[in-house]
């Protein structure tokens, strides 16, 4: 390499270990509407912000509102028959690969037009400021020219690059795509352009199709830390020594991790962190990031140590989903009007809190006795207002319950019951819960109590990874921290010392650990021996090999119950690494 062109390329490098420019984040409230059906956390982008923001790690000053990609940008790429062909729900559906009503489809199409305006954005500045831009939200790189495939209508990186081209940005660049899925979108439209350079590690090719600046490298099914990372390390340095880039686009997608509910890889969240960091000091800034694919209830946790790092120059661990879920409810994208149409997340554990089936089914039919009126307080309108709030409907949307139902029934001397049915005619039930007050089970501290949570996805199936937990007929909806953090949150209104229940499940135990705390020492010492017991087990394994007695178990909220409860743990007992990275709220 020539000195000149040597000296401008250390210039352009970032400062490791946070010492430069803090990055730019773009974010906007309306990703949470996601895909209907398709497995993608809509929530993630929204997790990964709120926890840098409650963090200080972030100033609000560097957080970015996405546009909308104007029709003149997207046609730089899409020609307007393809365009045009959005309009038909039918044609939605086939690249998505579901049936769609033609709101769904509209509110697709909005979302990812949303999303090229961010990317877009996340290019701009990352030029302005010499620095990196992350946007929460884009990557959809399988769209090409005139097609969409693999959830992708538009493709969002291929619109910023055409539009910096035609606003006079003539410099190299270099799209680096480790989505788990080939960039071939993204390299069918610069296809004869060799000042785009496009390199992509995938599992396999989507197509042969041959570019005049490109790598594209399948390395099959199961890849694991070593090899991955050697053949990055090996390949990528060359292409940015020659093509010599002013200007980078990392696809940092997360899917091939182990713990990817869609992937076929086996990487580590540390092996991840490592690419990440990896890519980012080889190509230098200004850098342009997006989320591309990642599957599932725990994959933001991977995209977040990134972001972390990015901040701060440290490795960082996300807090646990409770926490996260509570921090999520006080940001101001919690408070979005929900427009017609939206559609938002997945979850995808199932590893809730799913009591008994039997203990309801001797209830009957809810009573028409007392006020509808949930806890003498909350109306249905508030209830449903505040499942919005925290996600809880969104995430059923994304499931692919487009007009989730509610319902409140007053009291029938065992609770107000909540149910959330996945259409209006309450053919799926979702989620059944019952609450009281609890004044009597410790005098003088105030509770909830929590007399049955259901939480189903009635249309989901349980696989030899993921079996039926003691007490599921189906699925969990990967919703339960939400839940909780909801719960929570009612007590502090109700200014209530803490969430109060029982189960005859030990997995509740080990998924709630965190949190937990017990009435009396016996019952802390016995949850003490039930962990030690089934340490290295998977929640499976745990729940079938060790009995659990059902003795109360509290959810401290505030510092009321302090000096009047007792814990079951010292420290962080480790489970089997290879079981399940993000099982439950407050485990990891």
């Known amino acids: ?45 929204e997790r990964i912000l709120t926890w840098l923001l409650d963090q200080g790690w972030v100033p609000e000053r560097k957080v970015i509102t996405p546009r909308t990609a104007s029709l003149e940008n997207l046609l730089r790429v899409h020609p307007a028959d393809y ?6 729900p ?11 009503t033609v709101e769904e489809a509209q509110a697709a199409l909005a979302m990812q037009r949303l999303a090229a305006g961010g990317t877009l954005q996340a290019a701009r500045l990352a030029l302005r400021s010499r620095g990196v831009a992350f946007h929460l939200g884009g990557g959809f790189h399988h769209a090409g ?9 538009l493709n969002d990186v291929a619109v910023a690059i055409r539009r910096l081209r035609a606003r006079g940005f003539e410099a190299p660049v270099l799209v680096v ?42 390395f099959g099914t199961g890849i694991e830390d070593g090899p991955y990372l050697e053949l990055l390390r090996r390949t990528l340095p060359p292409v940015v020594e020659a093509h010599a880039p002013s200007l980078t686009f990392y696809l940092a997608g997360v899917d091939p991790g182990a713990d990817d509910s869609y992937g076929d890889g086996r990487l580590t969240r540390a092996a991840l962190l490592e690419r990440d960091r990896f890519v980012t000091e080889q190509v230098g800034s200004p850098l342009a990031i997006v989320l591309a694919g990642g599957y599932g209830a725990s994959a933001w946790r991977a995209t977040a140590r990134y972001a972390a790092w990015l901040a701060t120059g440290e490795v960082e661990e996300p807090p646990d989903d409770l926490r996260m879920a509570l921090g999520r409810a006080g940001r101001r994208w919690a408070e979005e009007p929900r427009a017609r149409g939206d ?29 509808t009126l949930l806890l003498d307080r909350f109306t249905r309108t508030d209830v449903v207002a505040q499942l919005e709030r925290f996600g809880i409907l969104a995430q059923l949307r994304n499931r692919g319950y487009p007009d989730p139902e509610v319902e409140l029934h007053p009291t029938t001397g065992l609770g107000p019951v909540v149910r959330v049915w996945g259409e209006p005619a309450r053919l799926h039930l979702l989620v059944e819960l019952r609450l009281e007050l609890d004044r009597r089970s410790l005098p003088g501290h105030p509770m909830l109590r929590v007399e049955w949570l259901l939480l189903q996805d009635p249309r989901a199936s349980f696989t030899v990874s993921r079996p039926p937990l003691p007490g599921q007929e189906h699925p969990g909806l990967g919703s339960l921290a939400d839940v909780v953090a909801w ?18 499940h030990g997995h509740v135990v080990s998924l709630a650990r965190r949190h937990l705390r017990f009435l009396s020492e016996e019952d802390a010492a016995r949850a003490a021996h039930f962990q030690e017991e089934t340490c290295g087990l998977s929640f499976a394994e745990a729940a079938n090999a060790v009995t659990w007695d059902d003795v109360p178990m ?3 909220v505030g510092e009321g119950l302090a000096g009047r409860t007792w814990s079951a743990t010292d420290g962080d007992l480790e489970r089997n690494p290879n079981q399940d990275l993000d099982p439950g709220p407050g485990v990891e």
């Open 1 to 45: 390499m020539a000195p000149l062109r040597r000296l401008q390329r250390l210039g352009r490098r970032i400062l490791p270990s946070g010492r430069g420019r803090r990055p730019w984040f773009l974010y906007h409230a309306r990703y949470r509407r996601g895909l209907t059906g398709v497995p993608m956390d809509a929530m993630r982008g």
């Open 487 to 504: 719960l929570v949150t009612l007590c502090r209104e109700l200014e209530l010392d803490g969430i109060l229940f029982r189960t005859a």
């Open 177 to 218: 795509d480790l989505d788990l899925h080939d960039g071939n979108g993204t390299r069918a439209v610069f296809a004869d352009d060799p000042s785009v350079y496009t390199y992509s590690l995938h599992n396999q090719h989507w197509e042969t199709l041959e570019a005049v600046a490109d790598t594209s490298i399948a």
């Open 90 to 100: 039918e044609e939605v559906g086939r690249i998505l690969g579901l049936q769609v």
């Open 83 to 88: 365009l045009r062909s959005l309009e038909s």
């Open 554 to 556: 509290v959810i401290p």
């Open 145 to 153: 020219p005139a097609r969409g495939t693999g959830f992708c209508l």
């Open 343 to 371: 559609r938002p997340t997945p979850g995808g554990d199932p590893f809730d809190w799913t009591f008994e089936r039997g203990d309801l089914a001797a209830l009957g039919a809810p009573g028409t006795a007392g006020p």
